[in-house]
């Protein structure tokens, strides 16, 4: 298989929407929380990614159509069934004015797989590398991979002679215990934005990258980002003309901001999944008052907490109906989505989840945290709340621990052991395809797969399936796979799924922004009016 990209340049023409751009601006933006690392391969997290994408480039990018590009390669070709030959840009600059090569894209790919790195769903894509020349290189995978293109999006390269001087060659541990790493609190990119300032919690400021090989029809010269968790104040600051641009906005305030003069909310549908997993690996829960053995490892428990959660009302309460109720793991945008299959949820139950609590000895429930972000989704606690309500009427009580994204993250993942019972997470397929969540949510721990099943579920077929799906190149047959490996997914309760959460953003009338699907947040497309 053969793929050639079109150029970055030729893509940004179709940008031609944000033509008439004024003189150089300053912009000022403010997310829930703050990011989390300048480490672009600390933390597999969206904001975290989409704020780095600015500063750090991988090889391929999408454009404002959504179609994959190219960025760092030029152009790239499949030269045998588990071998891609990435063509490189010739004359790219790092922000410390190092020249871009091969050499740091086999440096950036031993570098996601050391211990601190959160990548190793992208490191676990790749067997080896092999230089042919400054600017080609070869990425060998374990087994044919036609897809490997459309993986490679969040995957940014690093100055491998920055690194080393920075004693940095190892990408930064997510729990937060290692502030010193070079590379956690500065940055050496190729992007179009160059890092000047780095206060953690407080603010990041970036300027732009005179050198930058792109075009784009951004205006900004000077970029400053703050985190601001209270949502009234957040949207105050987009109110007042402090910020420029503000996400998310609870949907309760999209009327706030139709009143106001000069703002506006800008909505769409998003697609990231929200949902609730379950620890089906340990043999006794790590917080939970059920001893000696795990309630979540029998699939009538599970089943009935997906009875008792009624996905309607937390959107018609907490959502005010801008969500949209899912029985798949993925969003109608998702390559591999099945409209037929997303019907069939089990319904709403009480009645019949206290039964299957009562056959699988739980008649009286038990006690169990949830691990619940407060800054990170979209009314994130305000959806555990709803959730340990519900579970209240079949007699779960729940301990709801819920807590700033970094201290979230830095207890829940891979790096920490997994150290969580019952869980909200959120995840947007980085491909927009299905293989994703199936390699990454629900695949068994092993070989690299299932790095973000927090839970641990494990069923041998679906891991099986997914290996399959990432090589299959028949549309009909892959899309077969997909649905045997939703559909066992669907049957033992791997997850709860809720909904996908909407696009809330808020704009000052003085800018213009693109909204990618993936809620992404990128410069290149923003202008100061």
């Known amino acids: 298989m053969r793929r050639v990209t079109k150029t970055l340049t030729a893509a940004l023409a179709s940008a031609a929407l944000f033509a008439g751009a004024a003189q150089a601006e300053t912009f000022k933006w403010a997310f829930q929380g703050d990011v989390q690392t300048m480490d672009p391969h ?108 459309l993986q490679l999006e969040i995957f940014y390269m690093m100055d491998k002679g920055w690194s080393e001087a920075n004693g940095t060659a190892e990408a930064t541990n997510v729990k937060g215990d290692d502030q010193g790493n ?43 980002f703050t985190p601001i968790d209270q949502d009234a104040t957040r949207v105050a600051a987009l109110i007042s003309g402090d910020v420029h641009m503000v996400y998310p906005v609870p949907v309760q305030d999209w009327q706030r901001l139709e009143d106001a003069d000069g703002v506006k909310p800008l909505a769409g549908p998003e697609a990231r999944t929200i949902f609730l997993g379950f620890d089906q690996d340990r043999d006794e829960l790590l917080a939970s008052s059920v001893k000696g053995k795990n309630p979540f490892k029998d699939v009538r428990v599970r089943k009935a907490f997906m009875k008792a959660i009624n996905i309607d009302a937390i959107n018609e309460k907490v959502m005010r109906g801008a969500a949209t109720p899912t029985a798949l793991m993925i969003a109608p945008a998702i390559n591999g989505f099945n409209a037929e299959m997303n019907e069939k949820r089990e319904a709403y139950d009480v009645e019949g989840a206290k039964a299957l609590m009562a056959e699988a000895g739980y008649a009286d429930g038990f006690e169990v945290t949830m691990d619940c972000p407060n800054d990170r989704y979209v009314n994130d606690e305000k959806i555990c709340q709803a959730a340990a309500s519900m579970l209240a009427k079949i007699g779960v009580k729940i301990d709801l621990l819920a807590q700033t994204k970094s201290k ?122």
Request: charged letters at 25%.
């Open 182 to 224: 070079h590379a956690n609190l500065n940055a050496n990119g190729t992007g179009p934005f160059k890092l000047v300032e780095r206060q953690t919690g407080v603010k990041t400021v970036l300027a732009k990258h005179e050198d930058w090989w792109g075009d784009a029809p951004t205006n900004i010269t000077e970029v400053i």
């Open 408 to 529: 979230y993250f830095g207890k829940v993942l891979a790096q920490n052991d997994y150290d969580t019972s019952f869980f909200l997470l959120g995840w947007t397929p980085s491909t927009f395809d299905a293989h994703n969540p199936i390699s990454s949510l629900y695949s068994c721990r092993v070989d690299g797969l299932g790095a973000f099943n927090l839970g641990g579920y494990c069923n041998e077929r679906v891991t099986e399936l997914g290996k399959m799906i990432q090589s299959e190149i028949d549309p009909a047959k892959r899309q077969e796979m997909i649905d045997e490996a939703a559909q066992i997914h669907m049957d033992e309760v791997g997850h709860i799924p809720l909904h996908q959460q909407p696009l809330s953003w808020g704009v000052s009338d003085k800018i213009e922004v693109f909204q990618r699907p993936d809620n992404a947040f990128d410069l290149r497309y923003a202008v100061v009016k």
């Open 42 to 149: 600390g933390l597999f997290e969206t904001m975290t990614l989409s704020f780095q994408r600015n500063i750090y480039e991988g090889l391929v990018i999408r454009d404002t159509s959504m179609e994959l590009v190219g960025a760092l390669a030029t152009e790239w070709e499949n030269t045998e069934p588990n071998v891609w030959r990435f063509k490189l840009r010739e004359g790219v600059k790092f922000h410390g004015g190092e020249d871009f090569t091969a050499e740091d894209v086999a440096f950036s790919v031993e570098r996601i797989r050391t211990e601190g790195s959160d990548m190793k769903v992208v490191a676990g894509l790749i067997e080896s590398t092999n230089i042919i020349d400054d600017y080609t290189i070869d990425i060998i995978t374990p087994s044919p991979n036609p897809i490997l293109p």
